[in-house]
């Protein structure tokens, strides 16, 4: 993208044009060269923003995992910060770099400065660092979030990995059968049409299927790719989505599993806030938008039972945001006074149990898929050979 930038040289007002990802590492690269900038304006352009696609979005993981070797091998925070924007090659991420970096040399703390780029650094991460500089221990911080951070990752992994060779069996499948019914039945209805022999009604319907791609083949096909984009976008319409997850929810063992997944994900990063020194009400708060709407109305009534006095174990219990197991680990929590401890062990329990129910899941859908695609194509198969079996027939 071009941008135009106003720039102050000396005592005169100039116009500057850069290159730039987005408006932000325009700011930087004149920043860097030593103009004050006064606006920044984004320049019409005719042809495809092709460099758009390259920008790289920032690794936030990977930011706090270095961070935390450089300042655990004596570095300061700015110096921390200063070598990882210096060593950064990616345009983007260098801007938001040499962002935080500014904002500590004027003398902001850092979780301020990471306020200064909300589109990169989620509230809860803010919210951790922000803890850490109130207790000093800023490194424990960022191991906290590693650790949790790798944790999440590993079972979004393991459910990737999982629906990978279900997904394969499905555009297999869906490509054999799409090459059977768009080629292969045509040439067959031709062939059967010149005989003019009675054919069972199943052949008849699948054969008129073939001579109407046979005579209409090109507005079939744009049929179908205006049928498929029409779904797509109907697909990533967010009320539809929210639509067919409710409807998943409804499914008993189905509806849950993503509750047992949404709770894990709910009571690790609770933990991590919990440990970092976050107040409970508040640490519940914050974790309240990764929780899906209906399960967000109860921590709410969570929340408002805490302050009024009830025990968490017995809030979360009377709201339906524990299991049988988990509100005992929240109990010997609350007796301890290591409630963050063991609501890690309780996501650590719950990750268990997705891991365990996507296993299953995976060994009962995957010869379904297969039986299912082999019935399909053999009864397309059948029903394409079913007039000659009885050609043959009466001749004999």
Not at 84 to 112: M, P, R, W, Y
Not at 222 to 241: D, E, K, N
Request: proline fraction near 3%; charge should be neutral; glycine fraction near 6%.
């Amino acid at each position: 993208m071009k941008f135009s930038l106003k720039i102050v040289q000396g005592d005169t007002v100039n116009v500057m044009e850069v290159e730039a990802g987005n408006s932000l590492q325009a700011r930087s690269i004149a920043e860097e060269q030593g103009h004050h900038v006064l606006s920044i304006s984004q320049q019409k352009a005719v042809n495809l923003k092709i460099a758009s696609l390259k920008t790289t979005k920032f690794n936030v993981m990977l930011f706090s995992q270095e961070l935390l070797a450089l300042i655990e091998s004596g570095l300061s925070l700015v110096e921390a910060i200063e070598a990882l924007a210096e060593k950064e090659t990616h345009a983007e991420s260098k801007a938001v770099l040499n962002k935080i970096k500014a904002s500590l040399f004027d003398g902001q703390t850092l979780s301020t400065s990471l306020e200064n780029v909300p589109d990169v650094f989620t509230a809860l991460y803010i919210a951790l660092i922000r803890a850490s500089e109130r207790t000093g221990d800023m490194e424990t911080a960022l191991r906290r979030h590693v650790a949790y951070q790798s944790q999440v990752d590993a079972m979004k992994k393991k459910i990737i990995s999982a629906a990978i060779y279900p997904v394969l069996l499905l555009v297999v499948g869906g490509l054999v059968v799409l090459f059977l019914l768009g080629y292969v039945v045509p040439k067959f209805s031709v062939i059967y049409e010149s005989t003019n022999a009675e054919l069972p009604l199943m052949s008849q319907l699948l054969l008129s299927w073939g001579r109407l791609l046979h005579t209409h083949g090109r507005e079939a096909f744009a049929v179908f790719i205006v049928g498929i984009c029409l779904m797509s976008y109907v697909l990533s319409r967010p009320f539809v989505r929210s639509m067919i997850m409710a409807k998943v929810w409804q499914i008993p063992k189905v509806g849950e599993s993503l509750r047992i997944y949404q709770l894990a994900r709910f009571y690790r990063t609770l933990s991590m806030l919990l440990q970092g020194g976050i107040p409970l009400t508040s640490a519940m708060r914050m974790v309240s938008s990764l929780l899906q709407p209906l399960l967000r109305s109860k921590l709410a009534n969570v929340v408002n039972d805490v302050q009024e006095g009830k025990p968490l174990s017995t809030a979360m219990e009377i709201h339906g945001l524990t299991t049988s197991i988990s509100v005992r680990m929240l109990r010997v929590g609350e007796r301890t006074g290591q409630m963050g401890e063991m609501m890690e062990r309780i996501g650590i329990f719950y990750d268990d149990e997705i891991a365990r129910v996507v296993e299953w899941f995976t060994k009962l859908l995957e010869p379904i898929l297969m039986i299912a695609i082999g019935l399909v194509v053999g009864l397309v198969v059948v029903l394409m050979y079913m007039p000659i079996f009885e050609l043959a027939g009466s001749i004999q």
